[in-house]
């Protein structure tokens, strides 16, 4: 067991077996520190989900992981890490692949992560053959609709929905049961997600090895785009549509003007030309896509159901954005990009004929198993939107009783301790109230810090994280280029707009280039307006790049420290292709 020093009251012992600990890909998830409630109940299940993925996929035994303790995942002040070395592990094990793998398609760059160094227990040849007959498996598929499991989690998470009982009508402990229901299930719906995951690194990487091999990697990005079925991207054209709407008629226009705070309100009291369509179209955007939002994996977070001006504020930027700016337009380029890409490559390697039937097949199974992997995310989400809902009911009954200042304070109870929340006596609001307030002090003053990016063993204390608001001493001058790596190919210019949150998008204007620490599903619908995206950290198969690549939106990732060296406001050139952002002027 490793280091057991413990900052929140989420904190968690860290593997000893496995010490090297990564932000990169788990900050899309949780972007903020963890609450109570979800480290003892969705992530606690999340890593016995991983577990069962990876004896799925052959790669580990169970018993390489002690029970209850936590390996795949970790928790440090507050804030979720990822098990770099369990990863790197399954990279060497399975064949044709390598820890480099692993760290290039789901960490990008990461400054001063060691190189893997072989352990104990690592090589195991009964295992390597395992995930290569599961490999084989896999590269059958050429359509996530192919997918039954996936396909049949997707209709399932969809109905609950729709069939979503009165929560105001269940007392508090039926509210709190329906919550352990449903979360009991996200144990199985995450180990798909992880399994699926993984599966998307088979064809990736036979395409990169091949592609690398033919001294043509700049194919590598185009053949991983422009699939045209990623349920995370599904939002972003749905925010388009009404975005148009909005910009087509008169008197939208004029109550967005007037703001998003209190616009629902003023449209259901209009009589106006097209409001009624505008909320015809928002009701169902809402009730399809209403589980997204900033943190998603969060149940304490908002979600567009709860917060509806989280949307309106996407569609508010959206509908300034000129028609060229249509992803749909672009999902369309980038579905010919596609298809040129592969023609282009399969030519080069046409006098290998064995060497072109690989790339044929891994080019056709790309095609079922990156879409997949959002299609799995989607349908935890969905999941865990509908756990998110009784809860908000029971908090809103707290605040009335005393015991909660708001509604989402819910959060900070721990599952064992909830039991005691539901049956405790009127006269006991202000010791709830105490422990509530306190866990969130702390919960927000470790919000406000960047916390540590890799570390091997134990990380340092948050006392000594610097502030997220802080600057670097580096900052770009005109002339200056920050190096990171291709995320959608494209070049373009634009103003530079670092935006910190997703939840606050109007400092944004159509053209400008977005720069963001870490993005989440939650930040697609303003990469539509904007002319480019450069983010901090990501990696090819980060979640957010994926659905950048869908929409056509030129990027970079692994820009490190994009968001302290790059001025706002200053003139930027971006290239997708080469990964290089150049400060052009003030």
Same mark, same amino acid.
């Given at each position: 067991?490793?280091?057991?020093?413990?900052?929140? !009251?989420?904190?968690?012992?860290?593997?000893?077996?496995?010490?090297?600990?990564?932000?990169? $890909?788990?900050?899309?998830?949780?972007?903020?520190?963890?609450?109570?409630?979800?480290?003892?109940?969705?992530?606690?299940?999340?890593?016995?989900?991983?577990?069962?993925?990876?004896?799925?996929?052959?790669?580990?035994?169970?018993?390489?992981?002690?029970?209850?303790?936590?390996?795949?995942?970790?928790?440090?002040?507050?804030?979720?890490?990822?098990?770099?070395?369990?990863?790197?592990?399954?990279?060497?094990?399975?064949?044709?692949?390598?820890?480099?793998?692993?760290?290039?398609?789901?960490?990008?760059?990461?400054?001063?992560?060691?190189?893997?160094?072989?352990?104990?227990?690592?090589?195991?040849?009964?295992?390597?053959?395992?995930?290569?007959?599961?490999?084989?498996?896999?590269?059958?598929?050429?359509?996530?609709?192919?997918?039954?499991?996936?396909?049949?989690?997707?209709?399932?998470?969809?109905?609950?929905?729709?069939?979503?009982?009165?929560?105001?009508?269940?007392?508090?402990?039926?509210?709190?049961?329906?919550?352990?229901?449903?979360?009991?299930?996200?144990?199985?719906?995450?180990?798909?997600?992880?399994?699926?995951?993984?599966?998307?690194?088979?064809? !990736?990487?036979?395409?990169?090895?091949?592609?690398?091999?033919?001294?043509?990697?700049?194919?590598?990005?185009?053949?991983?785009?422009?699939?045209?079925?990623?349920?995370?991207?599904?939002?972003?054209?749905?925010?388009?549509?009404?975005?148009?709407?909005?910009? $087509?008629?008169?008197?939208?226009?004029?109550?967005?003007?007037?703001?998003?705070?209190?616009?629902?309100?003023?449209?259901?009291?209009?009589?106006?030309?097209?409001?009624? %369509?505008?909320?015809?179209?928002?009701?169902?955007?809402?009730? &399809?896509?209403?589980?997204?939002?900033?943190?998603?994996?969060?149940?304490?977070?908002?979600?567009?159901? &709860?917060?509806?001006?989280?949307?309106?504020?996407?569609?508010?930027?959206?509908?300034?954005?000129?028609?060229?700016?249509?992803?749909?337009?672009?999902?369309?380029?980038?579905?010919?990009?596609?298809?040129?890409?592969?023609? @282009?490559?399969?030519?080069?390697?046409?006098?290998?004929?064995?060497?072109?039937?690989?790339?044929?097949?891994?080019?056709?199974?790309?095609?079922?198993?990156?879409?997949?992997?959002?299609? &799995?995310?989607?349908?935890?989400?969905?999941?865990?939107?509908?756990?998110?809902?009784?809860?908000?009911?029971?908090?809103?009954?707290?605040? @009335?009783?005393?015991?909660?200042?708001?509604?989402?304070?819910?959060?900070?109870?721990?599952?064992?301790?909830?039991?005691?929340?539901?049956?405790?006596?009127?006269?006991?609001?202000?010791?709830?109230?105490?422990?509530?307030?306190?866990?969130?002090?702390?919960?927000?003053?470790?919000?406000?810090?960047?916390?540590?990016?890799?570390?091997?063993?134990?990380?340092?204390?948050?006392?000594?994280?610097?502030?997220?608001?802080?600057?670097?001493?580096?900052?770009?001058?005109?002339?200056?280029?920050? %190096?990171?790596?291709?995320?959608?190919?494209?070049?373009?210019?634009?103003?530079?707009?670092?935006?910190?949150?997703? $939840?606050?998008? &109007?400092?944004?204007?159509?053209?400008?280039?977005?720069?963001?620490?870490?993005?989440?599903?939650?930040?697609?619908?303003?990469?539509?307006?904007?002319?480019?995206?450069?983010?901090?950290?990501?990696?090819?198969?980060?979640?957010?790049?994926?659905?950048?690549?869908?929409?056509?939106?030129?990027?970079?990732?692994?820009?490190? @420290?994009?968001?302290?060296?790059?001025?706002?406001?200053?003139?930027? @050139?971006? $290239?997708?292709?080469?990964?290089?952002?150049?400060?052009?002027?003030?």
């Amino acid at each position: 067991m490793g280091n057991t020093n413990r900052y929140y !009251v989420t904190d968690t012992d860290l593997s000893g077996r496995f010490p090297i600990y990564t932000r990169a $890909n788990v900050g899309e998830v949780f972007p903020d520190p963890v609450t109570p409630l979800t480290s003892g109940t969705g992530l606690w299940r999340a890593e016995r989900g991983w577990r069962t993925a990876w004896e799925r996929m052959g790669a580990f035994e169970i018993g390489e992981f002690p029970a209850g303790e936590f390996c795949q995942l970790g928790v440090v002040g507050g804030y979720c890490y990822l098990n770099a070395s369990v990863i790197r592990l399954f990279g060497e094990r399975a064949p044709g692949l390598s820890w480099q793998d692993m760290d290039a398609q789901f960490f990008g760059a990461q400054p001063g992560i060691p190189a893997y160094v072989e352990a104990d227990g690592d090589v195991r040849p009964d295992l390597t053959l395992r995930i290569g007959e599961t490999f084989a498996s896999i590269l059958a598929f050429s359509s996530v609709d192919q997918l039954a499991d996936i396909n049949e989690h997707k209709a399932q998470t969809i109905a609950l929905r729709g069939d979503r009982p009165d929560l105001a009508a269940m007392s508090d402990a039926e509210l709190w049961a329906r919550y352990l229901e449903l979360i009991g299930w996200h144990e199985s719906l995450f180990s798909q997600h992880i399994y699926t995951t993984y599966m998307a690194t088979v064809p !990736v990487g036979m395409i990169s090895a091949i592609a690398t091999a033919v001294s043509r990697p700049d194919l590598v990005m185009p053949l991983i785009a422009g699939f045209g079925d990623v349920d995370s991207a599904e939002p972003s054209h749905a925010l388009w549509a009404m975005g148009r709407l909005v910009a $087509n008629t008169p008197a939208l226009t004029s109550e967005f003007d007037s703001g998003v705070p209190g616009l629902l309100d003023r449209l259901r009291g209009s009589s106006a030309a097209g409001t009624a %369509q505008f909320l015809a179209m928002f009701d169902e955007f809402v009730r &399809t896509f209403g589980s997204r939002g900033p943190n998603e994996w969060e149940t304490r977070s908002p979600s567009w159901e &709860t917060r509806p001006e989280l949307a309106l504020s996407a569609i508010e930027r959206m509908r300034l954005a000129p028609s060229s700016a249509d992803p749909a337009g672009h999902s369309v380029e980038r579905a010919r990009e596609r298809v040129a890409a592969a023609e @282009e490559l399969l030519a080069v390697v046409a006098g290998d004929a064995a060497v072109h039937g690989q790339l044929s097949v891994a080019i056709a199974a790309s095609q079922a198993w990156i879409p997949a992997r959002e299609r &799995t995310k989607t349908n935890n989400i969905r999941l865990i939107h509908e756990c998110r809902m009784p809860m908000r009911e029971l908090g809103r009954r707290m605040v @009335e009783r005393g015991f909660f200042d708001e509604v989402e304070d819910f959060g900070f109870v721990q599952a064992d301790e909830m039991d005691g929340l539901i049956g405790a006596p009127n006269g006991d609001a202000g010791k709830w109230l105490g422990l509530v307030r306190e866990r969130r002090a702390r919960y927000e003053e470790l919000s406000a810090k960047t916390p540590q990016f890799v570390f091997v063993g134990s990380a340092t204390s948050p006392d000594t994280w610097e502030a997220r608001s802080a600057t670097s001493a580096g900052r770009l001058s005109v002339g200056d280029v920050l %190096q990171g790596m291709p995320g959608c190919p494209g070049l373009t210019r634009g103003r530079a707009r670092v935006i910190l949150d997703s $939840n606050d998008p &109007t400092a944004l204007e159509p053209g400008d280039i977005l720069v963001a620490p870490i993005t989440d599903p939650s930040w697609t619908p303003l990469f539509v307006p904007a002319a480019g995206v450069v983010v901090d950290v990501g990696a090819p198969l980060s979640h957010a790049i994926i659905v950048s690549r869908e929409l056509g939106i030129p990027c970079v990732i692994s820009a490190t @420290e994009a968001t302290r060296r790059i001025p706002d406001g200053a003139l930027l @050139e971006v $290239n997708g292709s080469t990964g290089m952002v150049t400060v052009l002027g003030e």
